[in-house]
């Protein structure tokens, strides 16, 4: 597909035939092996597997006939089930449509409907919440605040929920000075989680680019959706799909193409919401084929010699990384491992976890909190024996449920990079890297 080099986009869409997920069912061999691999059917017996909720369960639903299999809420949705099919039955896309399917028909309402439309808005909560964070800080994370957000939502009292950052992405980019040794030119799709949680993220990609020769371009940009598939609201997700579509393919029309830092930002823009979402025009195509993940976009730049690898500085540091499940979904290796193997010095524990857990809003949840963390448990386990300073992990909630479980801070991968290239870093990794620095003078004096 990529025929180009990455910096052009290609502005014709392919016409590649595609398979509904539903009809993929009837590939299933009952092999059984998505059931030995679900990180949810191994530590609970309300989910009953991969196997028996998609294929087997398929075969006896009907579209007009409301499904009474509630166990299907169940399915986290991290596509593990996906990766391990061998004959490539769309397990996580069947149950995503048959939870939305109860929304539709009312099987999933009240506080629990509430509760779920409030958390699959990122965006919104970041417009109300952002800009008083010292106050929608200290309501979220006290006490008190969540014993009501416990009693009157259903949100689980320790889940891991972010902190709002004292300002957004947009904010800071508006200011910024772009270098002038610019050749070529990117648009960056920020996400929620950087424009109101974790600015720093989009601050080391911008910074990244710029090192390798691109003008980053930050247009108008909604929210991809996912929390809103993940819960079954495909209607809204549909708005804010068609929204970035509009947003974006005019870039991408003009040659330039679409990275983002949130992996399962990317993967929606790619394959959830087109898939889900039946939307296979040929602007979602054209969206679809023109983004990456910034991590496989930098690693292509190297493939191809166009990555600048000559300034980077050594970071004698040994640090766990977790590629999160939604990264694995991508199908494209662990782009980021192979990014942080050419930082001088740097030495990657590489964790063997399915999953963290949470699942995007999953583990936020009351009724799916404890199952959340006992299949977080493993990875859990890996990065406190690792005895690190920090963790690396490029999934924005998958980063805050390994902080919550551990104590430890996670950031993502390029952020280490952006501090290679000698960008000044933000907290946490400032903090570890002034630790590193100083301990290192005082064995000079010693």
Known sequence: MRDQPIWKARTEPTTTPHQPAELTLDQCIKCNICVTACPVTAVTDLFPGPKYEAPQGGRFRQETQPSTDHSIDYCSG???????????????????????HMVKTGQIKGRARLRNNLLARPETLGKLGQPLAPLTNLLLHNTLGRWFAHKLLGIAPHAALPHFASHKFSSWFRKHTPLSMVTRKVVYFHGCATEYYEPRVGKAAVHVLEANGFEVLVPP?????????????FQAAHTYHEKNIHHLVKYIRQGYVIVGTSTSCTLTLKEEAPELLDN?????????????????FLLLLWETGDLNTENLRPLPLTLPYHPPCQYRAHRLGIPSLELLQLIPELQIQLSQAACCGVAGTYGYKQEK?????????????????????????DSETCRWQITRA?????IHPIELLAAAYGFPAEEPLRTVLATYANNQVAVELH
């Open 78 to 100: 991290c596509r593990v089930c996906n990766m391990v099919c061998p004959t490539g039955v769309r397990i996580a896309e069947i149950n995503a449509r048959v939870r939305a």
């Open 221 to 233: 940009q909604n929210c991809c959706g996912l929390p809103l598939l993940s819960n079954g609201e």
């Open 280 to 296: 296979f025009s040929p602007e979602a195509r054209l969206l679809a084929e023109n983004t990456y993940d910034l991590s496989e």
């Open 369 to 393: 909190y404890e199952i959340a963390m006992r299949v977080g448990e493993p990875l859990f386990q890996f990065v406190r024996h690792s005895r690190a300073p920090l963790v690396l992990c």
């Open 406 to 410: 551990t104590g430890l801070p996670a």
